[in-house]
């Protein structure tokens, strides 16, 4: 396998991927992180930082950026996939909005390091702008900007466009409206993982690659090789969680599936718009998303793959040209100043982390020194590092603002034994497609979307 050809992103990063060594025997550590993307990367990044005398050692299968964390949106977004309603449910109204505040100083966070670490991972603080494109779409725009304002949240943290507004910063076809936030910034997703990958082997934590985990236990990380002993284990291995012993029924791994576009010439960035490097998307169902890319091309994703049954993760299940036809197709219908001519040069895809009840946690036992983090479903590269310095405060048993947001020791329930797990997820999206169909066809909000959105909790 060649790393660089898993994603646009991993094929454009600025060193060669060549892997660090591995792991070669038993050895001991304060600290062993399983998985090097964003999660465990920042959970060192942290602890290395508060307590430079930790020995840290991460270990990865593949090479750090192997997984979701170098395949990507590049959203780096104060996004959660729990909403503001359900969690005010769940902790309480306050609580949902200290968690929200938290990620909105987050996005600012990662800048902050960016810029002090000289990671040059593209960063544009150039907010999302999320589109309406039918009736029902705006309605749900509306809807989303008034419960932003239920949580006390004002224009300047999510605003209500105007057709002219939203057009001025995406002209896609048919635009009716939508709702724009400035908190989220664009990023080359895999230069971040690979600089971040960088800055904590600055900081002394050592990176073993091409080290499998066979089995996470208490004061263990099993490896084919030997195992690292620590009092402290953090497991962030996200949509590969499944493969763990013990493990198998945690987080189902959903798959995304990303196009890019040649470069577009200026004339036709003109004509688009995000002339801030705005990530955008619409209010369907089924979420797509895209960025323009430093370079000038448009990096364009979306759900719609199905899951796989029984959890598995292989490489070819990356690769659904089904799937990529439907994401040029609907680009061609978002911007037809794109028309069929303009090349798609890269396909990819990659697994992503979802929780049986939709949330993102981060928790730490200290009676037998397990931790983890993940569950982000779409919105992990924000979340992430929220996720590395609770983690980091909560293992040095710091009592802090962070570890008491509500997502912290939170414990999803495990999915369903196959075949249900397969017949849900499956179903929902089926759901969702339909939905959108529906909408599009008849100007109406689909009342079997919004029933299965309330099913989920949402
Ligand atoms: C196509 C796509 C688009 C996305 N777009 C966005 C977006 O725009 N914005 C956003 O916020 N989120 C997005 N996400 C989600 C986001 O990328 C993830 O939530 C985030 O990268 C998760 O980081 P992580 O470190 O937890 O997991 P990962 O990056 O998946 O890292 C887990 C690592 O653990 C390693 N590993 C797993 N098992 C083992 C083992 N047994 N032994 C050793 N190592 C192991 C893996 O090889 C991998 O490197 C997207 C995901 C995908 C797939």
Redesign the pocket.
Known sequence: MRYQDL?YWLSTVDEPLTPRPPLAGDTDADVVI????????WTAYYLAEADPSLRIVV???????????????????A?LPTSLPALARQHGRDAAIAMQRAMHDTVREIGRVVAAEGIDCHWSYGGTVVLARSGPQLERARATVTEAREFGFGPEDLDLLGPAEAVARCAAEGVRGGTYTPHCAAVH?ARL?RGLARAVERRGVTIHER????EIRSGRAV?PAGAVRAPVVVR??????S??PGHRRAIAPV????VATAPLPAATWEQIGLAERE?FSDHRHVII?G?RTANGRLAF?GRGAPYHFGSRVVPGFDREPRVFAALRRTLGELFPVLGPDVPVTHT??????VARDWAASVGYHRGDGLAW??G?????????NL?GRTLADLIRGERTELTQLPWVNHRSPRWEPEPLRWLAVNAGLKVMFAADEAENRTGRPSRRAAAFSRFLGH
Do not use: H, I, K
């Open positions: 994603s399983v998985g090097a993307g964003y999660t465990g990367l270990l990865e299968r593949q090479v750090a950026g192997f997984g979701a964390s170098g395949r990507n949106g590049g959203w780096c977004s996004l997703p993982v080290t499998p985990v066979t490896t962030a291995t996200e949509g590969y969680t493969g763990l798959y995304s599936l990303m990530t998303y960025q994703g990819w895809g990659g697994p992503l982390g983090a993940g982000y479903v779409g919105d992990g590269v924000g979340t992430s996720a």
